[in-house]
């Protein structure tokens, strides 16, 4: 079967730093997609990471280890904008359908 | 246009109706993905086409539904004898080969 996990809600504080985890048990993996998505709207494409180690975007890096099924978004400087949905998708082998998890919501206090 | 475009945008139907939604994807774009999304939740995976042929429709709920993508451009997704319980918002997105899909505006289906 396929799995996608990450924390449903997470709070952070303006100009703070937060970190968005997420695990995930699939039977093959080609890649990894971060997006965002604001309520209302459709998910816009954040990053890709397919092989291990820190991808840096910005004020957004994501982190992947395939050994753990483990990945991250990091984002620092937080904004208000920055309230939204988080979602982590994987690409399955074969395929290449593209899975998604829940998503985590994201509130961003002044 | 630059982006996925979707139609319509909203759609309200009764019970038992069939509807047809349409997807517009990026050109050139060899992929093309239908999700459909309930409120609080991450896109479900319905159906994915490489070229004109469905790699892997094993999304799909039941044979209530089906897509076709005829000419491995736009694809149009069918729902017959709708149901309430297929009211969602359904998201369509189109990548080149293996690159991450973007996705359209999505349209917001409504079944009374």
């Known amino acids: 079967g396929q799995n996608i996990d990450q924390p449903t809600e997470m709070t952070a504080t303006e100009g703070a730093i937060v970190q968005i985890n997420c695990t995930y048990q699939?039977?093959?993996?080609?890649?990894l997609f971060w997006y965002q998505q604001h309520a209302g709207e459709a998910p816009t494409f954040l990053s890709y990471n397919v092989l291990d180690g820190l991808e840096e975007k910005g004020r957004f890096s994501s982190f992947l280890s395939r050994s753990k099924g483990y990945s991250y978004l990091l984002l620092k400087e937080l904004q208000m904008k920055d309230s939204a949905s988080y979602l982590c998708a994987v690409s399955v082998n074969r395929d290449d359908k593209i899975i998604f998890g829940k998503g985590t919501r994201l509130h961003i206090l002044p | 246009g630059a982006g996925v475009s979707q139609t319509p945008s909203n759609k309200v139907t009764e019970k038992g109706k069939y509807v047809e939604l349409r997807c517009d994807p990026i050109s050139g774009h060899t992929a093309l993905y239908w999700y459909r999304q309930s409120l609080g939740q991450g896109p479900e995976f319905l159906i994915y086409?490489?070229?004109?042929?469905?790699?892997?429709d094993s999304g799909l709920p039941n044979d209530r539904f089906f897509a076709v993508r005829p000419e491995g451009s736009v694809s149009t997704l069918k729902i017959q004898r709708t149901e309430r319980g297929d009211s969602a918002v359904y998201l369509c997105?189109?990548?080149?080969?293996?690159?991450?899909?973007?996705f359209g505006p999505g349209t917001r289906l409504t079944v009374l």
């Open positions: 997105a189109s990548s080149w080969r293996q690159g991450p899909p973007f």
């Open positions: 086409f490489q070229g004109t042929g469905a790699a892997d």
């Open positions: 699939t039977s093959g993996f080609n890649g």
